[in-house]
């Protein structure tokens, strides 16, 4: 059994807890917050919740730790700190930082001679993988990425942190006449405005100035401003009614041409549709823990990607039994 411990209980450290009770070879060990560890209730009945502090003494009871922090403040301080006691995975997804974040995690790791998997998910990750193998089969050709339809965890966010906003949710939707001059191999040069356009559906405090709160939305640099953006106000509970769950998706395209006259024309697609954001990534979290710790017993020492790991260390079935079933 690979016994795992999970570090932060919010939506992605609850879909981890989930995760590991679908895998059998896999055994939750502890759940470590940095919240009071009484104010916190796993679904696993029997493993403890306890407090960040003592995660350095449990060390020889967990083989793999999955960090479940945010990207932009936890993960960068935290999984080259504990990279170099434990196995460890995150799901780090600023992908501008993504190489500075692998220096960092990889000196931890190898000094350690623990196995560090980063940045584990569906984009960075089953994404990443896609257009790894779209780059290499069709050299030549071109890379589109959609995401969505699905709930921005980052862009609500931004949108909550405005004066005068209560709640609110950002959906990513793509441009369906860009995603099908992709799928017709037109090869098309695309602006952000062009490939995907946002909704959002706010909770403003009663009294508000709805107009610049809009205004605010749609001008934000990064987020809004480069997008056709439409503001919905709506009240509290059809927030809660309408928009709880927390969906996403999208597509990778790779289209390319062969032949001596580059006249034969291809596309790969891939494509997720998701129920859950946070439990499919804890999900993908889960086969890469899986991953590290076959890594880490022969000896590949430091930080890794989804690039670097064997497709079948990421299956819990044998060798056999993947080329029997699934080659």
């Not at 289209?255 to 549709?273: A, M, P, Q």
């Amino acid at each position: 059994m690979i016994r795992i411990g999970i570090l932060g209980y919010g939506n992605l450290g609850k879909g981890v807890e989930s995760a590991i009770r679908q895998n059998p070879d896999m055994e939750l060990k502890a759940v470590f917050t940095r919240r009071d560890p009484a104010s916190v209730t796993l679904a696993t009945e029997g493993i403890p919740e306890l407090p960040v502090a003592q995660l350095t003494e449990r060390k020889e009871e967990i083989d793999v730790l999955i960090l479940c922090g945010g990207s932009a403040t936890d993960l960068p301080l935290q999984t080259p700190a504990y990279a170099a006691d434990f196995n460890v995975v995150d799901s780090f997804d600023t992908h501008a930082t993504i190489p500075e974040h692998f220096d960092n995690v990889n000196r931890s790791a190898a000094s350690g001679k623990k196995t560090a998997v980063i940045s584990a998910g569906w984009d960075p990750g089953m994404f990443s993988v896609s257009r790894l193998y779209g780059n290499a089969i069709l050299p030549e050709g071109e890379d589109y990425t959609f995401w969505g339809k699905g709930v921005s965890q980052g862009h609500s966010d931004a949108i909550r942190r405005i004066p005068d906003v209560i709640d609110a949710k950002q959906y990513t939707i793509p441009v369906d006449a860009a995603l099908e001059a992709v799928r017709a191999g037109s090869n098309p040069v695309l602006t952000t405005r062009q490939k995907h356009t946002r909704e959002c559906f706010v909770v403003a405090k009663e009294g508000a100035d709805l107009g610049a709160i809009e205004n605010e939305i749609k001008t934000m640099p990064n987020y809004f401003a480069e997008y056709d953006t439409t503001v919905h106000f709506i009240t509290k509970e059809e927030l809660e009614r309408d928009h709880s769950a927390i969906p996403h998706g999208g597509f990778v395209l790779r289209s390319g041409v062969t032949g001596t006259d580059g006249t034969n024309r291809h596309l790969i697609e891939y494509s997720l549709k998701l129920d859950s954001n946070p439990e499919f990534t804890s999900s993908v979290i889960v086969a890469c823990a899986r991953a590290a710790y076959r890594m880490n017993r022969e000896g590949m020492y430091g930080c890794k990607t989804m690039f670097d790991i064997p497709p079948a260390y990421l299956s819990a079935r044998s060798g056999e039994e993947l080329r029997r079933k699934l080659l």
